[in-house]
């Protein structure tokens, strides 16, 4: 009966406490359970912002926020689960201001940036993307230049948006995740199981039997094309890497190579150099074009463009860019990191999962 009576007094505490959990839970305006191994967010801004009014681009309206890792007041994410994130953004250009405006990492480390030196009447977008690796409490946000001369533009259409979410937890690391929140006190009591988030476990337990294959490089140089003749297609090979996991990117020949069969999604943006075309073309295998981007603009002006999409590929395939070589032609980078190429897989398949098909 003793024994009876503590596990009884037990299941009330255990009852007790989630009441009470679950009560605090609410009123710290969070769900009763984790989020798991999910962060994910979608912001816009529906106003313009001044160069030298403030540093970071903030946003006033919230589309998506799994884990609630983004705050739109300051415009800031900050990592509570350790992996492999991708970011990607897009922002106006105001009539006649420049653009510059920089994706950083825990405040001075800058990723990536999107640029449009053309103090033109007209408005225009600019996007960039990029995936990088963030340990908990790293930040990333986007970070307007100061200078008068430059500005953003938005209207209620909205020209600013950015986005951003886990493609890969890492499974290496010994810690499990952090709560961006204020956590309601007292919710483990003695004898009583911590609230368990079943997703979280699952994933967990099978993240390091699951495919992985993703990559992110920049470059910091331009590079020049040069009429010499004929010669084969070169790779456009890349000097800054954020992210190469399972190693299936080789920076120095340009190559990634598809170890898993499945849908890979590729994203690439480059910048025009000022006098110079930009042709640069998304290749498969030995020469095959499935995307590109141009600009034949041979103006003072430095710009930018991009491209993105999914592919289906079987083991061994190969993506690679492909930058015009003729001398009219050349893709421009700096420090800045204007020009960047990202690809990971989004769903492992057998090898039927080639089923990509060419229409009259």
């Not at 415009?75 to 992996?83: D, E, H, I, S």
């Not at 911590?194 to 490089?217: G, H, I, L």
Request: glycine share 8%; with cysteine; hydrophobic share 35%.
């Amino acid at each position: 009966h003793i024994a009876s009576a503590t596990k009884f007094t037990k299941c009330v505490s255990c009852l007790l406490g989630l009441i009470m959990y679950l009560g605090c839970a609410a009123s710290f305006n969070i769900g009763p359970m984790t989020t798991g191994l999910r962060s994910a967010f979608s912001a816009t801004r529906s106003s313009s912002i001044l160069g030298g009014t403030q540093r970071a681009v903030t946003f006033d309206r919230l589309l998506v926020n799994i884990g609630e890792d983004f705050n739109p007041e300051t415009g800031t994410f900050r990592c509570r689960l350790p992996g492999a994130y991708y970011f990607s953004f897009t922002v106006g250009k105001f009539p006649k201001k420049m653009l510059s405006v920089m994706l950083v990492k825990n405040g001075m480390e800058v990723q990536a940036m999107a640029y449009d030196g053309y103090q033109n009447q007209g408005r225009k977008v600019q996007s960039q993307s990029v995936m990088v690796s963030l340990k908990p409490m790293d930040t990333v946000y986007l970070l307007l230049q100061e200078n008068p001369h430059y500005a953003i533009y938005s209207n209620v259409g909205p020209y600013i948006t950015f986005s951003g979410y886990l493609v890969y937890p890492d499974s290496t690391s010994t810690v499990g995740y952090l709560n961006n929140h204020l956590s309601p006190p007292g919710l483990h009591l003695p004898g009583c199981p911590p609230p368990v988030d079943a997703y979280y476990d699952w994933r967990r337990r099978s993240t390091t039997e699951e495919p992985r294959s993703a990559f992110s490089v920049a470059r910091t140089k331009s590079a020049l094309g040069e009429t010499r003749g004929d010669r084969e297609r070169e790779a456009l090979t890349f000097d800054v890497e954020y992210v190469n996991i399972g190693g299936h990117f080789n920076k120095t020949s340009g190559h990634f190579t598809c170890h898993f069969p499945g849908a890979y999604y590729f994203a690439f943006t480059v910048g025009k150099h000022p006098r110079r075309a930009v042709s640069v073309k998304l290749m498969t295998g030995k020469g095959e074009v499935r995307a590109m981007v141009f600009n034949e603009d041979m103006s003072r002006r430095r710009e930018m463009q991009s491209q993105s999409l999914l592919l289906s590929l079987k083991r061994g395939d190969s993506v690679w860019l492909y930058s015009q070589q003729d001398d009219g032609y050349a893709v421009y980078s700096n420090q800045g990191r204007y020009t960047t190429f990202s690809g990971f897989l989004v769903y492992p398949d057998g090898e039927s999962m080639n089923i990509d098909r060419t229409f009259p």
